[in-house]
């Protein structure tokens, strides 16, 4: 219980901050654990300035428990250990408490706000700065680039499984980084594979802007067997659209040949509906099988065609 000589002393606060990618919000409870208000403020450095003079304009700060701080609370947790605010790290509600109290991005503030007054929330949130945030930058990177380069090794190696006679023999005892200087053949001639030349031809993605296209593998290709540009209008032929070369390319993929039927196409691109009746119900259901890429590239080319075709239109 409050004493006189307390009363003529700075209110003690708390304060909790639910935080979010474009916004946060806060709420402040004091030392009984009584709301004393919530209040959003934009995920910015002049949201943060605007929160922080808000909860000190509620009384004496004592702490901030804030949500998120290894995600979308990172940077107003630095911002509060600057300005020397002491910051606690808040994990996710507890889902019982929720469900009896509702969810809300208020209640989610003031819930912060209790966890760390009571203690329950006191774990130190990680500063995000200096030599070891570095380090971990640099270690993303670099966990990336190995999955990268794991993943386009055993594709290469998945290719020299089911390749020609003639390719297997030659790359088939070789390691993976000599396997790589070995771009594909011609069209024509798949099983003759030529050395990169200049180490250029080897390179995986579409050339850089300025260079020349037939330098690079694709421009070598035939006109329906290049990758394809994103969907969209064609360069110097205003009105046009199209879906790419890509995506048309996904239905044959393993159908050498065309479809006998629309029918047979449907199937093979998983978009034929599936008879899912029973008793005196009638109904059916999408189909989720068939060819996945497949599905995927009809549904590029019927939206872009319903963006500008009037027979598809109509």
Not at 63 to 71: H, L, M
Not at 271 to 276: M, R
Request: glycine share 14%.
């Amino acid at each position: 219980m409050l004493t006189i000589a307390d009363a003529g002393q700075a209110r003690l606060v708390t304060g909790g901050v639910d935080t979010h990618a474009e916004v946060h919000v806060a709420g402040m409870v004091d030392q009984a654990g009584r709301v004393l208000g919530t209040r959003e403020f934009p995920a910015d450095a002049a949201g943060y300035q605007a929160a922080l003079a808000w909860m000190r304009g509620r009384g004496e700060l004592v702490k901030v428990g804030v949500e998120g701080t290894g995600s979308y609370g990172a940077g107003l947790a630095r911002y509060l250990a600057a300005e020397g605010v002491e910051v606690t790290e808040v994990i996710r509600p507890n889902r019982q408490a929720r469900r009896r109290r509702g969810k809300s991005d208020a209640a989610d503030a003031v819930a912060a706000a209790l966890a760390a007054l009571n203690g329950e929330a006191s774990g130190t949130p990680k500063s995000g700065d200096g030599a070891v945030e570095s380090i971990r930058a640099l270690r993303v990177a670099r966990r990336s680039a190995v999955k990268a380069r794991t993943q386009a090794g055993n594709q290469l190696r998945d290719l020299i499984i089911t390749a020609p006679e003639q390719v297997r023999d030659k790359l088939a005892g070789l390691a993976t980084a000599q396997r790589a200087p070995w771009p594909p053949g011609s069209p024509r001639r798949p099983h003759r594979p030529g050395r990169r030349r200049e180490g250029r031809d080897g390179r995986r993605g579409p050339p850089p802007p300025g260079a020349d296209r037939r330098d690079h593998p694709a421009g070598r290709l035939p006109g329906c067997a290049r990758p394809a540009r994103r969907p969209g209008r064609v360069p110097g032929k205003e009105g046009r659209r199209h879906s790419g070369r890509e995506h048309p390319a996904h239905h044959g993929r393993r159908q050498p040949g065309p479809a006998a039927d629309r029918g047979e196409l449907a199937a093979l691109c998983g978009a034929s509906p599936v008879d899912a009746s029973s008793g005196k119900q009638r109904r059916h259901r999408l189909n989720r099988g068939g060819d996945r890429q497949a599905n995927s590239a009809l549904w590029r080319i019927v939206f872009t065609r319903m963006a500008c075709d009037p027979r598809t239109q109509a």
